[in-house]
């Protein structure tokens, strides 16, 4: 456990490094989260007078959106990273090495988390020079930035799957594009009662991203509501796991066959 705890923490640093010294790989998707708050809270903020929100100030509502996709997006650079070190042989070196190989995919989906966390607290603080209050405190807060770094987490593990099964940087991307169709499949932009086409109500029924997003609204804008949260944090639970384990199975293979 000490050797695995040791290399995770080499290489999770060595991933941290690589993003400090291109830091224009993080700033297109913080840049697009941000701009996608600033937009959709000035030019949607309007329809929060409709009675289906409850009074509910569309700042709040909107900005679970803007930290899901910065996770998204984020998140998709730790499998970037293993395409890189496949690509220029350092994995195929590493492997050469008692390094543990859990070690060598936990610690890019680490350092993806740990660049979520910065990036949802740059967001937060932002929405709070718009004026975001947050019906839940302070500890609220905490909630929000564990949904996003939980969720991170999950989308991480995905993405590293997805480099070490097609070992091939657009295959890669390609494959992360899914998470899109269910960012916006979802209660993005309005509550659940507006969504009146039927294949889209039900689509938003069956999405994962839907319960995250309540979760994270319910301790903005209700307080502490604990269905939605404990709902929440099951499907964050599920996907770290799903995912997760889909890596190191690919993990297993990909060490294998070199």
């Given at each position: 456990m000490k050797v695995i705890l040791r290399d995770t923490m080499t290489l999770t640093g060595r991933s941290l490094l690589i993003l400090m010294r291109n830091p224009f790989t993080v700033v297109p998707n913080l840049f697009i989260s941000i701009f996608f708050l600033l937009v959709y809270t000035g030019g949607l903020s309007g329809i929060a007078q409709l009675p289906q929100f409850e009074g509910a100030d569309y700042l709040s509502?909107?900005?679970?959106?803007?930290?899901?996709?910065?996770?998204?997006?984020?998140?998709?650079?730790?499998?970037?990273?293993?395409?890189?070190?496949?690509?220029?042989?350092?994995?195929?070196?590493?492997?050469?090495?008692?390094?543990?190989?859990?070690a060598v995919v936990l610690g890019p989906i680490i350092a993806g988390m740990l660049q979520?966390?910065?990036?949802?607290?740059?967001i937060l603080g932002i929405a709070f020079l718009l004026g975001l209050q947050i019906a839940a405190g302070a500890a609220g807060a905490v909630v929000l930035i564990i949904f996003a770094v939980g969720w991170g987490l999950a989308f991480a593990g995905y993405s590293v799957a997805v480099a070490l099964k097609t070992k091939n940087a657009q295959a890669a991307q390609a494959g992360?594009?899914?998470?899109?169709?269910?960012?916006?499949?979802?209660?993005?932009?309005?509550?659940?009662?507006?969504?009146?086409?039927?294949?889209?109500?039900?689509?938003?029924?069956?999405?994962?991203?839907?319960?995250?997003?309540?979760?994270?609204?319910s301790v903005l804008i209700d307080g502490w509501v604990w269905m939605p949260l404990l709902t929440g944090m099951v499907v964050i639970a599920a996907g770290c796991f799903l995912t997760i384990g889909l890596s190191v199975r690919s993990a297993k293979i990909a060490f294998s066959r070199e």
């Open positions: 509502f909107i900005l679970p959106v803007s930290i899901v996709s910065a996770a998204i997006g984020g998140a998709g650079g730790a499998g970037q990273m293993l395409i890189r070190d496949l690509e220029s042989g350092y994995f195929a070196r590493l492997l050469q090495t008692p390094v543990s190989r859990l979520l966390l910065l990036q949802t607290l740059i992360t594009l899914i998470f899109f169709p269910l960012l916006f499949l979802s209660t993005t932009f309005v509550p659940m009662e507006l969504i009146e086409s039927p294949w889209m109500r039900g689509a938003a029924v069956l999405n994962p991203t839907t319960y995250l997003f309540e979760g994270m609204r």
